[in-house]
């Protein structure tokens, strides 16, 4: 095996999905400590800020303990180099997080054992499903009262129509959790109540061995016996094949809070989860292990360094050894950019990065050029695909308390619009900015950015429109007899296209019925 293909094998890039509050930067925190990568972990809202969540760097995120950006980790464990892309957890940043899971080769879904699945967790999921990304559950917070084991596993089938196998199970919940069976290995993991971070060692112990009974007591040594005959009688056994098209789910069970069982998931993801897989393209797909670089971008963070106004293009890597000061080629202007300080990151932290390999995350600081969606390549005229904008669900005006700083203002706009985050729309008749968002929260965090960022006080009003659609097709007679007919409810987006903003369903509905030779898109692939 070449130093290249060893490379590529090491690799894993895999994002974390949940609903709120389901413990994923908890989680995310324990995995990175495994990775040597932070010395302490901290709950998310403990005090001091050596003890703020790593992964959630902006202040909102820190105040509310949610993540509404998607955040990159990188760090190596057991010999492997892992890729951990933390997605917002929160539903009206949904977008974000659905161009994250554009750039990963796996999942993991976490589950509260007393929730199960919950609302975003089956939009996540779905996401996934797409793009037949495998999935490995973990069934967090089974040191607190939960539901049955089984019935769990049950709504995972039924509900996400997903088989499951589980890899380890557990010797009771909540107060009478005595800790975890490894089904794999025949190990059992003891929890304590009394201690902090739980990182016991496996002890070898098969069902059948009389120790067990002493260890966990006989009555949950009977129950652990009865159950893991049941799941081995009723559960397939683990296939990776399955598993890595998307139909099986290995399920592991423990307590991120805790730090039980966190260090068996993690090897699990390091010996079942794919390492970094082909990437759908036009006019081909690319395969990791071509000789030549080439790689998208599904990601803009302005102001991750407020002092330095910088943006950073997260940029996977989906082909070929990349090194620093390459040329790659932009294929959406036909210019050849020269990386000469790309990043790898640790959330906020960054370090230079002298090469990087496929499954790899790149930061790359640039001043606008690079969008979501955008190929660099080394020559080769590819367009990775599958990276969509969406319509947005709720639509505002934007106001502006000092008319003379609307220069900044349309600069702090587009900048945040360069993001993903919002859209950002242009009437043709009118003169205040129409911004456009997934959820009511975005435009929280927008005026928050806004002041904190670019030191302008604005706010939103309602605007008279419901939705957005592209409009597409038709020849430029009907768009222009369209346009004309429409005026008050024509805009033009950051990149000029075409959208109509409708009033509501039924005037949608209406435009639809008028002009049936044109198209009304709720998506956009990004170009």
Same mark, same amino acid.
């Given at each position: 095996m070449t130093v290249f293909t060893d490379a590529v094998a090491r690799r894993r890039t895999f994002a974390i999905i949940s609903h709120p509050d389901a413990g994923k930067t908890t989680l995310t925190e324990k995995l990175l400590l495994f990775g040597g990568a932070i010395q302490m972990a901290g709950a998310v809202r403990a005090r001091g800020e050596q003890r703020r969540a *790593?992964? +959630?760097?902006m202040a909102i995120e820190r105040e509310r303990g949610i993540s509404v950006t998607a955040s990159v980790m990188s760090f190596e464990h057991g010999g492997l180099s892992f890729n951990l892309l933390d997605t917002p957890g929160h539903e009206d940043f949904s977008e974000d997080t659905y161009r994250t899971l554009t750039a990963v080769d796996s999942a993991v879904m976490? !589950? +509260?054992?007393?929730?199960? $699945?919950?609302?975003?967790t089956r939009k996540l999921f779905e996401v996934c499903r797409l793009r037949d990304v495998p999935i490995i559950t973990f069934i967090n917070k089974v040191d607190r009262e939960g539901r049955e084991p089984? %019935? #769990? /596993?049950?709504? &995972?089938?039924?509900? /996400?129509? /997903?088989?499951?196998?589980?890899v380890t199970w557990p010797i009771g919940m909540g107060r009478d959790l005595k800790g975890v069976y490894d089904l794999t290995t025949d190990q059992v993991l003891l929890f304590e109540q009394s201690r902090g971070d739980h990182l016991p060692d496996g002890i070898d112990m098969p069902l059948d061995d009389p120790r067990l009974d002493g260890l966990v007591g006989a009555e949950a040594a009977a129950r652990l016996r009865e159950e893991v005959e049941l799941v081995r009688g009723a559960c397939p056994p683990f296939d990776l094949e399955s598993y890595r098209a998307g139909h099986l789910s290995p399920v592991f069970f423990g307590s991120a809070l805790r730090n039980f069982g966190v260090r068996e998931l993690l090897n699990g993801i390091g010996r079942m989860a794919p390492a970094p897989r082909s990437q759908p393209a036009e006019p081909r797909p690319v395969d990791p292990l071509e000789d030549k670089v080439s790689g998208f971008v599904f990601k803009v963070q302005a102001n991750m360094d407020p002092n330095h106004r910088d943006r950073i293009a997260f940029f996977r890597v989906c082909s070929g050894r990349f090194k620093?000061? =390459?040329? #790659?080629?932009?294929? *959406?202007?036909?210019? !050849? =950019?020269? !990386?000469?300080?790309?990043?790898?990151? /640790?959330?906020? %932290?960054?370090? #230079?990065?002298?090469?990087?390999?496929?499954? +790899? $995350?790149?930061? &790359?600081?640039?001043?606008?050029? !690079?969008?979501?969606?955008?190929?660099?390549?080394?020559g080769e005229d590819l367009r990775f695909t599958g990276i969509p904008s969406f319509a947005p669900e709720v639509l505002r005006r934007v106001r502006l308390d000092d008319p003379m700083k609307a220069k900044q203002l349309r600069k702090a706009l587009e900048d945040l619009a360069e993001e993903g985050v919002s859209q950002l729309f242009k009437p043709l008749s009118g003169a205040a900015w129409i911004v456009g968002v997934v959820g009511q929260l975005q435009f929280e965090v927008l005026a928050n950015r806004i002041e904190s960022e670019y030191n302008l006080k604005a706010g939103f009003e309602d605007a008279p429109f419901e939705t957005a659609r592209w409009v597409g097709g038709g020849d430029k007679l009907l768009i222009k007899k369209f346009v004309d007919a429409n005026g008050s409810a024509i805009a033009e987006d950051r990149d000029g296209a075409l959208v109509f903003l409708a009033r509501n369903a039924w005037t949608l509905g209406r435009a639809q019925q008028d002009y049936p030779e044109l198209r009304f898109s709720a998506t956009r692939e990004q170009h």
């Open positions: *790593r992964s +959630d760097w976490v !589950l +509260d054992a007393a929730k199960g $699945i919950e609302t975003q089984f %019935d #769990l /596993l049950d709504e &995972i089938e039924k509900t /996400l129509a /997903l088989d499951v196998t589980p620093r000061g =390459m040329k #790659l080629k932009h294929v *959406r202007s036909g210019k !050849l =950019m020269a !990386l000469t300080n790309p990043v790898f990151f /640790l959330a906020r %932290d960054r370090e #230079l990065a002298e090469e990087a390999f496929p499954g +790899d $995350i790149l930061g &790359i600081p640039n001043h606008g050029a !690079l969008r979501i969606g955008d190929t660099l390549s080394e």
